[in-house]
């Protein structure tokens, strides 16, 4: 079983008892008041594994499923067995907990802000996807087909501009760090993935 099907099922699982739970599902999600308050850091972490709704919830582990497993192919190519899957399952943890640094930093004494969700870490994940495939067809929000390099690109520029003009409760900016960190994280693992990103990049460019 790959780790993407893994992180899948324990995610549904924790979210489905956390929606039957609320004082599990209170304890669980991101909450930088008391974060800052009583130092309760390992919500940065267990926030990825909660949803506000089944909705949210089926979206989310969809997009998880059709990139993740992509990704992970590739860092079992790119790395090997053991340190792909570690490299994976680290790019996937550390992205949940640095896509809620921005909005603990911006929300600490705000006892009314709250989030959940695992789409910080999603967005590391397309975001590692673009690094291996810019060119392949995505569609934006689901509905605009475009190459992944310029989906990347609008939804960096939506997710920016959503942080600071919506009030729609939902937490822009984990999707937008979410997203460069796992671009950043990738890159990292392996510098030669910059090079022959930036190759098919080029490739492909119409000038």
Known sequence: MSLT???????????YQALNNRSMFNQLMHYPYAEA?????????????????????VINMYVLYIFGEAVERQFLQEFGETMGRLNYLLLYLITICLGDISTYFKHRNNPGF??????????????????FFPWNMLLLFFIIPMPAILAGLLYLGYSSYASKNSNDRIDHDAHFYGAVFGFIFTIALKPSLLGEFLDQVNQHLPF
């Open 37 to 57: 308050r009583d130092k309760q850091y390992y919500r940065f972490l267990t926030s990825g594994f909660v949803h506000g709704s089944i909705g949210h919830l």
């Open 5 to 15: 099907l893994i992180i899948i099922i324990v995610t549904s699982i924790i979210s």
């Open 114 to 131: 709250s989030s959940v969700g695992a789409s910080g870490a999603i967005s590391g994940i397309v975001f590692a996807y673009i690094i």
